[in-house]
């Protein structure tokens, strides 16, 4: 069955550096996802992503974060200037459409900021 | 505003039913749906439903929805120990983000 893959599994980064997170979502699907679930706390939606633009984000996604979608098959999220409170586990997610078809999730990257 | 809630813990033996429940607050949900995580592992989708219906049946798993109470159920058949896992609710709202609840620790104990 087709998989959503994230690389790294996981990622370990110096306060203030910039971090990318990679993810290939299952090849025919067209709406892309970030998620994050801090230790202990829900999963939490960043962002939403569709036809090369962002359809939606949450109030988490500020100037710091970026998304991209270079190639056919990559999906990234830029953090840059990370914070101590950025550790977390980042998760991306695909589905074929956006309404009446589940997201399907990748293994996560957990980011862990020094 | 949007919020989906999930008792922590939950404990069965070995070949019990395990009820797994969860409430949510947006009544224009569209989609509620079911993930598992195991340890170390992402999330993986067990089942959904349509907020339309009131039930689904997929093997040992049954979906209850109560759209009056904003209810939803996961009820899982003769439980196994490969089951122990975190189970997580969630919402779609209408503009396709989920919503998810912390998560119901289930242990299965032999």
């Known amino acids: 069955e087709p998989e959503v893959t994230q690389t790294p599994s996981h990622q370990v980064t110096q306060m203030g550096q910039e971090v990318i997170l990679r993810c290939v979502p299952i090849s025919n699907h067209l709406y892309f996802y970030w998620y994050r679930q801090i230790l202990g706390q829900k999963v939490e939606f960043l962002v939403s992503?569709?036809?090369?633009?962002?359809?939606?984000k949450s109030e988490i996604f500020d100037d710091q974060f970026s998304v991209e979608r270079p190639d056919g098959s990559n999906f990234t999220l830029k953090i840059r200037s990370t914070k101590l409170e950025d550790s977390a586990m980042y998760f991306c997610?695909?589905?074929?459409?956006?309404?009446?078809?589940?997201?399907?999730f990748g293994d996560g990257t957990r980011l862990s900021i020094l | 505003g949007e919020d989906v809630e999930q008792s922590l813990f939950l404990s069965v033996r070995e070949g019990d039913s395990s009820v797994i429940n969860c409430t949510y607050t947006?009544?224009?949900?569209?989609?509620l749906y079911w993930y598992k995580q195991e340890p170390g592992a992402g999330l993986q989708l067990l089942t959904y439903?349509?907020?339309?219906?009131d039930m689904k049946q997929d093997q040992r798993l049954t979906v209850l929805l109560n759209k009056k109470d904003k209810h939803l159920s996961l009820r899982i058949a003769d439980t196994q120990t490969g089951d122990s896992a975190i189970y997580f609710c969630a919402e779609k709202n209408q503009g396709g983000k989920l919503i998810f609840g912390q998560g119901t620790e289930l242990s299965v104990k032999p």
């Open positions: 992503f569709y036809n090369n633009e962002i359809s939606e």
């Open positions: 439903i349509f907020s339309n219906m």
């Open positions: 997610a695909s589905s074929p459409g956006a309404w009446n078809q589940p997201q399907h």
């Open positions: 947006d009544s224009s949900s569209t989609y």
